[in-house]
């Protein structure tokens, strides 16, 4: 496949309407579209574009000087994904920021598997996350999700987007990568992975056994919470819970590093990472 | 102790020129001053204070707003520790940013403790890292180090300054409460920590044996590299070294994520932490 840059002189031009004050439009996410930003994340979008996993690029912005060092990644997108390519001045007149490193992509999100069937796919790890507010950590999740080979993210619908742009960017893609659905209560969460076999464990500092004692199950689902409060104790109540050994006395892990922790250890016990 | 707030009503009052555009200023870190934002990292540094552990404030700023909220912390700094409180417009008039949620202080490290001095307190778990230049990783490595019970953090000297006010409270305060040199070549802080008996494990994707293999030892020191190279190729032949098992093909973890899984681990076989 190829590509051919159009030159876009005038930050005005009807075509890069979609790029116009992308700091402000990302944060709504709407109809399903979402920014990515940066080389790794481009990459990732190629190929999860090429590898039909329901995203798609609608447009892509190039700052002339990067155009080059990825004129690799953009040879992966279909011909008709169109490459468009601007001076500096251009560029930021266009974006608003200078965050963006001279790479930008619209893609698109189509319609994803709902919280049941992405189950039903039965990965041996899932992460599911509750309530979770902020998009750093929602990208660090995905980026950890990622790191430890969890088959799918599970989110209640009060959870933040992942497709919002600092959350892709922090997850160095694997937004793009690791399935997700993001729907109904945590109950309703929680009752999908029960109904589907999954060993359901709970992480708080105040779970009741330690992570090592995670047993080795076929399918196993880690939940988290929010970094201020935690999981909801009518849940810690409910269902298996673990806890991090630490120091006394401190502020808990960020949510995402105790995440990490603890899929790095249910995965190295169901030999899922070598 | 007692606090008695001081008004200042005018952004160009000399009694607060030091909160003057500190976003700019706190990039410096001259003369061993930094600050401290947020009602957490003021906590910290008012322990650290009257705990001696070689921080102490110059000045406290505070939001009119803010200040009942905090008036239990105010009252455990000395009687000659100022306290100035202003109204939002002068407040952001002095500070020129809004990112200080209306409580911040001016704080001095003292003269602190060498590399050998440091080491020689014997602390059985200590973070090495080497070259680290991200402000959020070097705050991120505090915490996870402080949760740990690492006893020491120690760096060479190209690492970044983790008294840089993002680092603080990326740290969630650690930085205050974590011993830490930042001295010489990293072969000097290497050789300082074999010196002192510590069994030295280097952390990287290609370390040679897995995490779990590191023994219990009675001084363990990990020691990272920057996130974009890792450790060096001649660091990485000259001590032992361990990999973190992952999902194959991905991007690497986090330097401050990677670290925190192999400080749970290491402070787990040594009966560090419960």
Known sequence: MTFNPIDIADADDPRIAAFRSIRERDMT????????????VLRMLAAAHAQARGFHAEAILILRSRLA?????????????????????????????????????????AEAPGLKDLLATAPPLVLAACGLSNHDNM???????????????VMDRTACDPTYRKSIRVSVGAVLTVP??????????????????????????????????????????????????????????????????????????NVATAAAIALHRIATVNGLVG
């Open 29 to 40: 996410g709407r109809e399903g579209r979402f920014i990515a930003e940066g080389t790794v």
């Open 69 to 109: 060092g990825v004129a690799e990644i953009l040879a992966c997108f279909p011909s008709e994904v169109p490459v468009y390519v601007a001076e500096p001045a251009v560029f930021n007149a266009i974006t608003g920021f200078d965050m963006h490193r001279g790479v930008l992509a619209i893609g698109r999100r």
């Open 139 to 153: 990208g660090a999740l995905f980026r950890n999700a990622a790191a430890f080979g969890a088959g799918a993210v």
């Open 180 to 253: 997700f659905a993001r729907e109904g209560s945590i109950e309703t969460v929680i009752g999908a992975l029960i109904a589907e076999g999954y060993a359901l464990w709970g992480l708080s500092p105040r779970g009741r056994v330690a992570l090592d004692a995670i047993p080795p199950a076929p399918r196993t689902a880690l939940l988290v919470g929010t970094e201020g409060e935690g999981l909801p104790d009518a849940i810690m109540a409910a269902i298996d819970t673990a806890r991090i050994a630490q120091a006394p006395g401190l502020d808990s892990l």
